[in-house]
């Protein structure tokens, strides 16, 4: 059966939270970023990106480029908030959103579409209309079409504000005068191959043999790309990743007397919490320790943290500080167990912070902790 996809992005996200909150800056180049010297960009306005400015450029060199350019520091909590009101809109259209980031989603409106006006394109006014209204302001790019792939080409062409629709039967013409690298899975390398066999655009894609493009990509690859140039990704839109929560807990061969007995088992739950929050791409707003007695009682303390967490220092932070509020001294324990909970999809930010590239991951923490004090990122103090 025919679908129909959505894909949202909202559109320079952090710094039109910024604008948005701080109106002085409308019309300015902005840079949310950190260190002056060692950090990145994490997001700018549509005038930085006038003067080249670029998500996760190093900030040094974005000044060169737009010198007169305003830096704010990031602000998390205030992006999970809007993020937050985001998906809350998504969620009233369908339960069918798949989060990709703190602003950008899949959603599946196929049965929702009766309810909404009878096509993508009103549910797509509509949605971006309820989220310009709820988030005070803030923009959406949209796109529409039968599948992901396609309907996350449509978001980006014409950003800010955007909002593109791409007919069941015409995605082969859609998507035929844009350029390889559109096509996903296929990055700078990949597309300089490609383009040294004479393929520059999606329709050069379609039209090649197959058998010739598996010389060039080998035959899986060759696969994919062919597939997709002709609009076919037959993936699901996937939900439900927020609503779980992961936890780690352990009891111990002897019951352990006292607080300080139990920080490093406490230490080791937060890695391991990590450690799955990093595979499942997901940061946690909220973290609650749990203790068992010896008479097996049990006591929990949670915490909503100031800014989504995903690292072990952060979660080991709060993690103690919860602890600290638990009846513990001279009390014998059997059990000890972290677990992070409201759940949602690690931002950009997060998302850099443990990317395949670990000199980034200095760059950011540097940037924010330079300018904070050990700041933003880290700081996770519960109330
Ligand atoms: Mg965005």
Redesign the pocket.
Known sequence: MARTILHL???A?YASVEVRDQPELRGQAVIVGGHPTRGVVLTCTYEARAFGVRSAMPMIEAVRRAPHAIVVPPRMKAYAEASAQVFAEMRRITPLVEGLSL??AFLDVTASLGLFGGTGEAIARLLKARIREETGGLSSSVGVASCKFVAKVASDLRKPDGLVVCFPGDERFFLAPLPIERIFGVGPKTADLLRRHGYFTISDLQEAPLAKLSRVLGPRGANHVVRLAHGDDGRAVEPGRAAKSIGSESTFDRDRIGPRALHEPILRHCEEVARRLRADGLAANALVVKVKYADHSIVTRRAVADAPLVETKELHALALELLAKIPLERVRTRLVGVSATDLEPAGRTQLELFGQRPEKLGAVLDAIEDKFGGGTIRRAGGR
Request: proline share 0%; hydrophobic share 35%; charged share 65%.
């Open positions: 992005d909202m559109d996200f602003d950008e």
